[in-house]
């Protein structure tokens, strides 16, 4: 069973920075997984924040280009997402995803950006 945990999430002022990381254990193959970074605010559907597939290719949403870089370390079997130029609207619940022929989501993380 494939296991995610955040973290590195916490309370930022705006133009602010902050890195979330997700470690991922119960998998020997990490390296075949797309990860994914997802977020929920309050009364909105979670969307999808940044992609990186096996390959290294990444995606992102429009709404965080230019701003968020996800990257990973295969060998850490670990994700991150470096947030630059943080604004209110990016205050939500940050989720991990791993994906292959299933699906595996962390418990979350929660980034505030207020003054």
């Known amino acids: 069973q494939v296991q995610l945990v955040e973290s590195g999430g916490g309370l930022v002022q705006p133009g602010g920075s902050l890195r979330l990381s997700c470690a991922t254990s119960?998998?020997?193959?990490?390296?075949?997984?797309?990860m994914s970074w997802y977020r929920q605010a309050p009364g909105k559907q979670r969307e999808l924040v940044a992609v990186?597939?096996?390959?290294?290719?990444?995606n992102y949403a429009d709404s965080v280009k230019g701003r968020f870089t996800i990257s990973r370390d295969n060998a850490k079997k670990t994700v991150y997402l470096q947030m630059n130029s943080l604004k209110s609207e990016d205050t939500a619940v940050y989720y991990c995803?791993?994906?292959?022929?299933?699906?595996?989501w962390g418990q979350g993380t929660q980034v505030t950006v207020s003054s």
């Open positions: 119960g998998t020997t193959v990490f390296n075949i997984y797309a």
């Open positions: 990186i597939t096996p390959g290294g290719r990444t």
């Open positions: 995803n791993a994906y292959a022929t299933l699906g595996y």
